[in-house]
């Protein structure tokens, strides 16, 4: 139990564009070629990286079977890669290989950044006794990004959709992350990028802080100050 002096007992962690960032490499996209055979320019890999991280909505056009699976891409790693090599293919990238080795970057833990003040916020909490959980949207495990940056000690319960079978904003994600961390909704704050994903936390009774998902060098001290608004 935390201190009576705060208003929280635990704090809920979005992943991407909250505590972690997908920054690519020049290297990832110095081969990518489109239909026509012309390389990528700066715009277009700007705009494939956004499809490929926006945490909601549908970034092309799609039929039945192609919504089928990016609606349910994060309940099931098959649609998982089935939805973005879509995506890929309708963004112009025109060989298969090429999709792939991008598609592989997103889904490798390893290839993942931390915001310059990710490790110090988990560490303050639990130094307050305040819990942890990370809640995701997402079909491959995270667990080892955290492990390569020291800090996965610090975190107290790994809630992701495609483990728990539900995906944000459905209530029940929320509800399954309170219940494994033992919260009241009404003393646990959400933190994430996303108002409509991550901000449903309030339909369930707990406060939320939204976060911007930009790059990590602007944004050297967001958690620190979204958990300074609520007294932590």
Request: net charge negative.
């Amino acid at each position: 139990m935390a201190s009576d002096l705060t208003e929280f007992d635990a704090v809920i962690f979005d992943f991407s564009g909250t505590l972690f960032r997908l920054e690519e490499d020049d290297s990832w996209m110095s081969d990518l070629t489109d239909h026509d055979g012309e390389p990528f320019d700066l715009h277009q890999q700007a705009e494939l990286m956004r499809r490929m991280t926006a945490p909601v909505g549908q970034t092309v056009e799609m039929d039945a079977a192609e919504h089928h699976a990016w609606t349910n891409r994060d309940l099931d790693p098959r649609f998982h890669r089935q939805a973005y090599l879509d995506v890929l293919r309708k963004s112009g990238v025109a060989h298969q290989d090429q999709a792939v080795g991008l598609y592989e970057r997103l889904i490798d833990p390893g290839c993942w950044s931390a915001y310059p003040d990710a490790a110090e916020v988990l560490a303050a909490l639990k130094d307050r006794g305040i819990k942890v959980a990370v809640l995701s949207n997402i079909a491959f495990d995270i667990r080892p990004a955290f492990a390569d940056l020291g800090v996965e000690h610090l975190v107290d319960e790994f809630v992701l959709s495609f483990e728990v079978g539900a995906v944000k904003p459905d209530a029940k994600i929320f509800e399954h992350a309170l219940a494994a961390l033992g919260s009241a909704p009404e003393r646990t704050l959400m933190i994430g990028d996303s108002e409509e994903a991550d901000g449903a936390a309030r339909k369930v009774g707990c406060a939320f802080a939204l976060v911007e998902p930009v790059p990590l060098a602007e944004r050297p001290d967001g958690l620190r100050d979204a958990l300074s608004a609520f007294g932590l």
